[in-house]
Nanobody, 123 residues
Framework: VQLQASGGGLVQAGESLRIDCLASGRTVNSLSRTGMGWFRQAPGKEREFVAS????????NYADSVKGRFTISRDYGKKMVSLEMSSLKPEDTAVYYCAAGSSSRNWKAYNYWGQGTQVTVSS
């Protein structure tokens, strides 16, 4: 399974942005039975949990810092997971990584990782 994140960019504080993660590969259909998540890592900081969604999209979890501003979703037909980000703050600036294989808040629980997409929020 390969994960390809896209949609990052430079925005101003208060604006919105959506990032997507497209899954592909010979065993990609197996992802329909697993959770997926988004993590981020800012320079000099550890990777942190942002949001996750269960295999059937019935459960969605968010970090307290993004709750109410970010929304995670998945499209089974397109084999894609997305993160809608609104009311962005400078502290949201980071490289965002999508991951598959779990819906845990612990990054070590995930089997597959995308290459990351940069999100920069200017004040």
């Amino acid at each position: 399974v390969q994960l390809q994140a896209s949609g990052g960019g430079l925005v101003q504080a208060g604006e919105s942005l959506r990032i997507d993660c497209l899954a592909s590969g010979r065993t990609v259909n197996s992802l329909s039975r697993t959770g997926m998540g988004w993590f981020r890592q800012a320079p000099g900081k550890e990777r942190e949990f942002v949001a996750s969604i269960s295999w059937n999209a019935a459960a969605r979890n968010y970090a307290d810092s993004v709750k109410g501003r970010f929304t995670i979703s998945r499209d089974y037909g397109k084999k894609m997971v997305s993160l809608e980000m609104s009311s962005l703050k400078p502290e949201d600036t980071a490289v965002y990584y999508c991951a598959a294989g779990s819906s845990s808040r612990n990054w070590k629980a995930y089997n597959y990782w995308g290459q990351g997409t940069q999100v920069t929020v200017s004040s």
